[in-house]
């Protein structure tokens, strides 16, 4: 669920939109290809090759909707602007991801940090708050391009008021957190892949109920176009 420039919120369905738009032109259908005879990083919804642009749409739990533009800074370090929704609000935010270990092409280990802003909008949320969750991924890849993963994080929350220094007119509860989780991508096309990931979040090793109202999951499937 990453310095910040203000996007106006209410707009983050249209990007969406216009994401899903632009990935459905540019692919007639979504049809699993043929065994790739190499690793193509075009099928790589993580890290993207120095210039290299990604598009991305997501859904899940708690989110319902997000999108993600993805830049390759380096062929080891790229940053995304996001934007999404949940059943309540809506926000924004960066993501951070950068290899810190790579064995040939099967195995790397990547670190990856997402900051997302909520602003003030409505209830349940009267205070605009900031979420974190940075993780560490061990991941492999198969010659067919088929990618699976194994990883844990830590989760946190806090009000704007609280990291700025008003706490007496904090209305949210800071919140820490810890996860684990899997997930999978394979190609579904050309230039697109498709992801799943599964989280089971906890409190310290301590099992919990809910999670921001819900079970304690979070469940994120997504297709990523590269350009």
């Known amino acids: 669920m990453?310095?910040?420039?203000y996007i106006p919120i209410h707009r983050s369905r249209c990007l969406?939109?216009?994401?899903l738009c632009f990935i459905t032109q540019n692919v007639q259908a979504l049809q699993l290809v043929p065994e790739v005879k190499n690793r193509d990083h075009v099928f790589?919804?993580?890290i993207n090759m120095r210039g290299e642009s990604r598009l991305s749409l997501f859904t899940g739990l708690p989110v319902i909707g997000s999108s993600e533009y993805a830049y390759g800074v380096s062929n080891r370090l790229t940053v995304g602007i996001l934007g999404g929704f949940?059943?309540?609000e809506e926000a924004i935010g960066l993501r951070v991801r950068t290899v810190l270990y790579q064995s040939k092409e099967s195995f790397r280990v990547y670190y990856c940090t997402p900051i997302i802003f909520y602003p003030q909008t409505q209830k349940p949320d009267p205070d605009p708050w900031f979420i974190t969750r940075p993780n560490i991924n061990f991941e492999w890849v198969k010659r067919s391009n088929f990618r699976y993963k194994i990883g844990g994080s830590i989760i946190a929350s806090a009000s704007a008021h609280d990291l700025w220094g008003n706490a007496?007119?904090?209305?949210?509860s800071p919140g820490l957190w810890s996860a684990v989780h899997a997930g999978v991508s394979l190609p579904v096309g050309a230039n697109i892949s498709f992801q799943t990931e599964l989280s089971y979040v906890t409190k310290g090793f301590q099992t919990i109920d809910t999670f921001?109202?819900?079970?304690?999951?979070?469940?994120?499937?997504?297709?990523s176009y590269t350009f």
Do not use: C, K, R
């Open 2 to 5: 990453e310095a910040y420039a």
């Open 168 to 172: 007496s007119e904090s209305q949210h």
């Open 44 to 46: 790589d919804h993580v």
């Open 16 to 19: 969406i939109l216009l994401v």
């Open 212 to 223: 921001f109202g819900g079970p304690p999951f979070i469940l994120i499937t997504g297709i």
């Open 86 to 88: 949940t059943p309540f």
